[in-house]
């Protein structure tokens, strides 16, 4: 109730011009939302309209759309008019031909109604109905956290102001609950392109890399800041860093700087990444290949088999594939002898169907330990702008 008290002043104070409004979004951005509601009637009417021009019934299956079409019952009257008169009259004939054509034109009506659900119908429901209410449910919630944030500013600046010593006392916590709101603001303004839980390809071609993001960020900080730190992929990070870091990740901000001094929330990060993605980088469709080359017995076999099965990946897969395996072998190289146990985010790449974790430990470990051997096209590039400084890492 109090915080509802506070935004409803500050916002009547900016409406008269009495306090600062932070704007978080671009003009570009408060551009597009301009033109959502637009887009969103136009996306209604147009799927309104289109669904009264169909015959069949939506979301019904094929078979029973195809019975309900009105050439389907011509179909059926003309084919039972025919079996009625016989194969002895022409008309009889010829409502037998006739029905049969009927038939196919209503299986191939069906076939086209069908697809018009499925590529037009489906997508404009989709973005009418649940995306852009959703859009526009999260800039609410934007605009709600931002009139906390100002208010929080302001009632903190003029605490600051008053030599009063009780209000004094009272700055800390007021500065406690700006950075709160600041922080929780910062969360939704990144919510723009998502890369957890998104498929590696739909990622890396929206954003336009070869590499994912979560992968390289997270790897070019923890060689940075993390490969000393005891127990980096075992101890939990706090959950707050962590959603805000998945979600500086998620719209591809360079402002990582931050998280330097939190290894473990990159860690927790880089391991979330792995998890979340929909079809793991060793993929679905080659798991009984690997399983298969797991169980070679003879070592040198074995490692040929992998490499085979390694060498069939797609090739964004194999790509970040390759990035992930060479670091920890890069990190040894660079003598960094407090190497923590790498093999607990690894195995989650291994995590597909019930491997077991025999399985997880004979495919990964032989290409940790062989990983020049694997991939001897070049070497670890690790390659990341920040505002002030480039980093590069070479193995």
């Not at 007021?174 to 990144?190: F, Q, T």
């Not at 839980?197 to 992968?215: D, V, Y």
């Not at 939990?236 to 700087?257: H, I, P, R, Y």
């Not at 997880?360 to 702008?385: N, R, T």
């Amino acid at each position: 109730m109090k915080k509802q008290f506070n935004r409803m002043r500050q916002l009547a104070n900016q409406t008269v011009g009495r306090a600062e409004k932070t704007e978080v979004l671009s003009e570009d951005l408060l551009q597009i939302e301009r033109r959502l509601e637009l887009v969103r009637l136009v996306s209604h009417n147009t799927h309104k309209r289109l669904v009264a021009c169909l015959q069949g019934h939506l979301g019904t299956d094929t078979e029973k759309r195809h019975k309900k079409l009105p050439l389907t019952a011509l179909s059926q009257a003309m084919q039972e008019g025919g079996g009625q008169l016989g194969d002895e009259s022409l008309i009889g004939k010829m409502m037998d031909v006739c029905g049969e054509a009927e038939n196919r034109l209503a299986t191939e009506l069906m076939q086209h109604e069908v697809q018009i659900e499925r590529d037009i119908l489906d997508p404009l429901n989709q973005l009418a109905e649940v995306e852009i209410p959703n859009i526009l449910k999260q800039r609410k919630q934007l605009a709600k956290l931002v009139l906390d944030y100002d208010s929080a500013r302001t009632r903190w600046y003029q605490a600051t102001k008053s030599s009063n010593q009780a209000m004094a006392a009272k700055t800390d916590s007021l500065k406690d609950e700006m950075d709160e709101a600041l922080n929780k603001v910062e969360i939704y303004s990144w919510m723009e392109k998502p890369a957890f839980g998104t498929a590696l390809e739909e990622h890396l071609k929206r954003s336009n890399r070869e590499i994912a993001l979560p992968i390289e960020a997270c790897i070019m900080m923890l060689l940075e800041t993390g490969m000393k730190e005891e127990g980096l992929f075992r101890i939990a990070a706090g959950a707050s860093k962590l959603k805000k870091l998945k979600a500086a990740l998620d719209c591809s901000t360079s402002q990582l700087e931050e998280f330097y001094s939190d290894p473990h929330a990159v860690a927790g990060a880089l391991k979330s990444y792995l998890r979340e993605l929909p079809e793991p980088l060793m993929t679905f469709g080659l798991y009984d290949e690997w399983i298969q080359a797991s169980n070679v017995s003879d070592p040198d076999k074995r490692l040929q088999a992998l490499w085979v099965t390694c060498d069939h990946l797609p090739k964004s897969h194999k790509a970040n594939f390759r990035t992930l395996y060479r670091f920890p072998r890069a990190t040894s190289e660079y003598k960094l002898t407090n190497l923590p146990p790498v093999m607990v985010v690894l195995r989650t790449l291994a995590e597909m169907a019930a491997a077991t974790s025999v399985h997880v430990v004979a495919i990964i470990e032989p290409i940790i330990q062989h990983a020049d051997w694997f991939f001897p096209d070049g070497k670890l590039s690790i390659c990341f702008i920040f505002n002030s400084f480039q980093y590069c890492f070479l193995s």
